[in-house]
């Protein structure tokens, strides 16, 4: 098993940023691929970006593309979503999601274990 948590989200107005965290535990941390995904009200759960595990290989979603930064402290078993240039599209609950390969990462029915979210709203 491996749990995830995360944190950082919050309230920010149009172009502001916020960083979010997902702490793991449980299995080896660097076994795995992390991912952020995201869900608005009555919308599908949407991939944002995900890393592999040494942090050398990233894919975003093409909605975060130049705005969004994904990295990760294998020292810390954390993975970070540094978001910039927010605007209202961007709100949503933000879930961290993790799985062992690479393979189509953005498919979120791949990922096995999932954190609880974090609600994250950008006022206009």
């Known amino acids: 098993q491996v749990q995830l948590v995360e944190s950082g989200g919050g309230l920010v107005q149009t172009g502001g940023s916020l960083r979010l965290s997902c702490a793991a535990s449980?299995?080896?941390?660097?076994?795995?691929?992390l991912g952020w995904f995201r869900q608005a009200p009555g919308k599908d759960r949407e991939f944002v970006a995900a890393?592999?595990?040494?942090?050398?290989?990233?894919s975003s979603g093409d909605a975060v593309k130049g705005r969004f930064t994904l990295s990760r402290d294998n020292a810390k078993n954390t993975v970070y979503l540094q978001m910039g240039s927010l605007n209202p599209a961007d709100t949503a609950v933000y879930y961290c999601?993790?799985?062992?390969?690479?393979?189509?990462?953005?498919?979120?029915?791949?990922?096995?274990?999932w954190g609880q979210g974090t609600q994250v709203t950008v006022s206009s």
């Open positions: 890393i592999n595990p040494s942090g050398g290989l990233i």
């Open positions: 999601a993790a799985k062992t390969t690479w393979y189509n990462v953005p498919s979120a029915r791949l990922y096995d274990y």
């Open positions: 449980g299995r080896t941390f660097t076994n795995y691929v």
